[in-house]
């Protein structure tokens, strides 16, 4: 059965301060790690990482695959209130109908 | 930018009553899926539908449920006879065939189903 693991599953940090996220996956036939930011209700997206080693960047967010480790990361550097949220990876099979299998998410809280 | 829309946002349902959950896709995404998240917990994959038939299931996915694509734009899941434990927010997700960043995924605003 694919796994999707996130640690830590909740963050509370002081706005300015960079913070790491942790995603670990085992998925079958394994294409792609996908990062989501979870407010109120949809999931919105924000990286898809399909090969090693290669950082994507959004402002202050970047991720990075490692297909070794079967690990991703999701750094945040000087966060700010808005960046509070739940932050989803989700693994995506190769073949087929590409289901995403979701880990249970890291609580991200930002104190001002 | 495109949108998958789904109503209702919220939908209050006796135990064992039908509901029906409905979602418009983007107009030329090709692949659909519904998702449910219980309140506190992760986001499970319920079911995909392309070419006007399911892909694959899963577990949860059991007789009760089922989708239709009615007339090429809505995108339905019926829960026939609903039970306490089907309260959750279902998510409805359309895919293009490929390429894209996301891979085309993109994810409606949900519906929060309550069952009482």
């Known amino acids: 059965e694919d796994k999707v693991v996130q640690s830590p599953l909740s963050l509370v940090v002081h706005e300015g301060d960079t913070v790491t996220l942790n995603c670990s996956y085992e998925?079958?036939?394994?294409?792609?790690l996908l990062w989501y930011k979870q407010e109120k209700k949809a999931p919105t997206f924000l990286f898809m990482l399909?090969?090693?080693?290669i950082e994507k960047k959004s402002g202050r967010l970047s991720s990075i695959l490692d297909k070794k480790e079967l690990f991703s990361i999701l750094n945040i550097t000087a966060t700010q209130t808005g960046d509070s949220a739940i932050y989803l990876c989700?693994?995506?099979?190769?073949?087929?109908?590409?289901?995403?299998?979701f880990g249970t998410g890291t609580r991200l809280t930002i104190i001002p | 930018e495109p949108e998958v829309t789904q109503t209702p946002s919220h939908q209050v349902t006796q135990m064992g009553q039908e509901v029906i959950l409905r979602c418009v896709p983007i107009?030329?995404?090709?692949?659909f899926y519904w998702y449910r998240q219980i309140l506190g917990q992760k986001v499970e994959f319920l079911v995909s539908?392309?070419?006007?038939?399911?892909?694959?299931k899963s577990e949860i996915f059991d007789d009760q449920f089922s989708v239709e694509r009615p007339d090429g734009s809505n995108f339905t899941l019926k829960i026939r006879s609903t039970k306490l434990e089907d309260s959750a927010m279902y998510f409805c997700?359309?895919?293009?065939?490929?390429?894209?960043?996301?891979?085309?995924?993109?994810f409606g605003s949900g519906t929060r189903l309550t069952v009482v």
């Open positions: 539908f392309y070419n006007n038939e399911i892909s694959e």
């Open positions: 998925v079958t036939n394994f294409r792609s």
């Open positions: 107009s030329n995404h090709l692949y």
């Open positions: 399909t090969s090693s080693g």
């Open positions: 989700a693994g995506l099979a190769n073949f087929g109908n590409e289901k995403l299998t």
């Open positions: 997700a359309s895919r293009i065939l490929n390429g894209q960043a996301n891979y085309g995924y993109t």
